[in-house]
Structure formats: structure tokens, C-alpha cells
């Protein structure tokens, strides 16, 4: 069983910066891929970047590419998501996800283990 826990998120001004951690409680960190997925309101989960196990690989969904910036540290068992140049429509609950597999996951079936979410809101 691998439990996550994620950072607070937390009330940010348009245009400013946020940085999500996700903490994972798991033997062999470097084996799991990560994800960060946010559910706005009204709105299905949707993916927002990836991490492969060795942080080779990343991918972004074009709404944050440019301004959103995955990272891990496997030392730690830490997964971090650098969130910049905030807008108001990326208001949403955002959960880390682990995958026992090296390669990048873009759905949410991808993911087996799932943290508790936090609020991230970006007012204008």
C-alpha cells in the first residue's frame, strides 16, 4: 500500500507562484511514476503533468506547458509541482498520483494510488 500526502495548497493572486510537494511512504520511490491531476469545479479530473520513476521523462498538458514544472526527488520520496504564473482557471483540487511503473501515465486508470487532494484557488 503507498500513501500520499500532499502539501497545503492554499489563495493566490493571478500571476503568482504556488509549489505543490506530495510525499510518498513507499520503499522504492524511484519505481513509481507520478502524476498531478486537478478537478475544477463542475468539471472531471483532468491531468495536469507527469513524471516518469527516474524523472527522465515529463510530460505537461498544453493548458500549464510553459508555466507549470514537475520535478521528484527520490531521495526524499517527494514529488513537487512548480506552479507559476497562476491563472484564475487554474482554481481546482489537485491530487498527486503513483503508478508502479517507470513510464508516464495520462489518465486516471493510469494511477493506483491517489492523495487527498488540496484546494488551490488563484483569484483574479
Known amino acids: 500500500q503507498v500513501q500520499l500526502v500532499e502539501s497545503e495548497g492554499g489563495l493566490v493572486q493571478a500571476g503568482g507562484s504556488l509549489r505543490l510537494s506530495c510525499a510518498a511512504s513507499v520503499h522504492t520511490f524511484s519505481r513509481y511514476a507520478m502524476g498531478w491531476f486537478r478537478r475544477a469545479p463542475g468539471k472531471d479530473p483532468d491531468v495536469v503533468a507527469a513524471?516518469?520513476?527516474?524523472?527522465?521523462?515529463?510530460y505537461y498538458a498544453d493548458s500549464v506547458k510553459g508555466r507549470f514544472t514537475t520535478s521528484r526527488d527520490n531521495a526524499k520520496n517527494t514529488v513537487y509541482l512548480q506552479m507559476n504564473s497562476l491563472k484564475p482557471e487554474d482554481t481546482a483540487v489537485y491530487y498527486c498520483?503513483?503508478?508502479?511503473?517507470?513510464?508516464?501515465?495520462?489518465?486516471?486508470?493510469?494511477?493506483?494510488?491517489w492523495g487527498q487532494g488540496t484546494q488551490v484557488t488563484v483569484s483574479s
Open positions: 498520483a503513483a503508478r508502479p511503473d517507470n513510464g508516464l501515465g495520462l489518465s486516471q486508470t493510469s494511477y493506483d494510488y
Open positions: 513524471i516518469s520513476g527516474s524523472g527522465g521523462s515529463t
